[in-house]
C-alpha cells in the first residue's frame, strides 16, 4: 500500500517517532512516505495526519484520512488534549485514531489506547508514552486492512482552546505541590513555567534528579 505521514511542523515533538514509524511500515512492505507540506500529499491508501498546525483539506485523494487525537471523542475536541486533562487532575488519557473528516475532529472512530500515568511523569516521559502509543494505533490498523470498521462519535462534544504562553504562569501566592500538575506539562524550552514578582518574569525549569 501507499501510505503517506504528514506532519506539518518541522519542529514537532512527534518527529522522531513518526521516522521510526515510517521505517517500521517500510520494514512490513509498504511504500511510506514522510511529508511536511499539505500541497505534497499525493494520491494513495493512507493518509496519517499527525501534529499538524493546519487543516488538511484534500481529503479525496487517499481512501483514508486518519488522525490520533488524545482524547475520548467527542469530548476533549480541540487543542492539547493531553496537557489540558492533565491539568484536570486524569491519569488515565484515552488515544484515539479516527477518520479526518471536513469537520474538525468529528468522523468515525477505529481503535483506541491510553496514556497511563501514576501523576510524577513530567512532560516528555508523557510524551514519550504518547508518540509510542501513536506507532501502535496506526500500525495496528494498517496491519489490520481491509477488515477495519469505524463506529460514529456519540455523545456532546466539547472543545480545548489552544494553549499560550500565558498558560504556563505559576502563581506566587499557591505552593509547588498546588501545582505541581501544571509546572510538570510546562516545555522547558518552548513554554516554560514563569511567575512574576515586583513586575519582574523568572523562568523556572524542572527536570527530575536523575534525568541526564
Not at 494498517?142 to 466539547?158: A, E, M, N, R, Y
Not at 499560550?164 to 500538575?181: A, C, I, M
Request: aromatic content about 10%.
Amino acid at each position: 500500500m501507499k501510505i503517506q505521514l504528514l506532519v506539518d511542523n518541522k519542529d514537532s515533538w512527534i518527529l522522531p517517532y513518526i521516522t521510526d514509524l515510517r521505517l517500521k511500515l517500510c520494514e512490513l512492505g509498504h511504500d511510506c512516505n514522510l511529508t511536511f507540506y499539505h500541497e505534497e500529499v499525493t494520491e494513495g491508501d493512507l493518509l496519517f495526519i499527525l501534529s499538524c498546525e493546519k487543516i488538511f483539506k484534500n481529503l479525496t485523494l487517499n481512501k483514508y484520512n486518519l488522525v490520533v487525537h488524545e482524547s475520548d471523542l467527542p469530548k476533549g475536541r480541540g487543542w492539547s488534549p493531553v496537557t489540558w486533562q492533565v491539568l484536570e487532575g486524569k491519569n488515565r488519557i484515552p488515544v484515539t485514531l479516527f477518520e479526518a473528516t471536513e469537520k474538525v475532529d468529528d468522523g468515525n472512530i477505529y481503535s483506541q489506547d491510553f496514556i497511563n500515568l501514576n501523576g510524577t511523569e513530567l512532560l516528555s516521559q508523557i510524551k514519550h508514552q504518547q508518540g509510542l502509543i501513536t506507532q501502535s494505533l496506526i500500525i495496528n490498523f494498517v496491519k489490520s486492512l481491509p477488515d477495519v470498521k469505524g463506529k460514529p462519535q456519540s455523545g456532546i462534544g466539547t472543545y480545548y482552546p489552544r494553549r499560550r504562553p500565558k498558560d504556563s504562569e505559576l502563581d506566587v501566592h499557591k505552593s509547588l505541590y498546588e501545582q505541581f500538575d501544571l509546572l510538570r506539562v510546562c516545555d522547558n524550552d518552548r513554554y516554560p513555567a514563569f511567575f512574576k514578582v515586583k513586575n519582574e518574569k523568572y523562568i523556572l525549569k524542572i527536570y527530575k534528579s536523575d534525568d541526564k
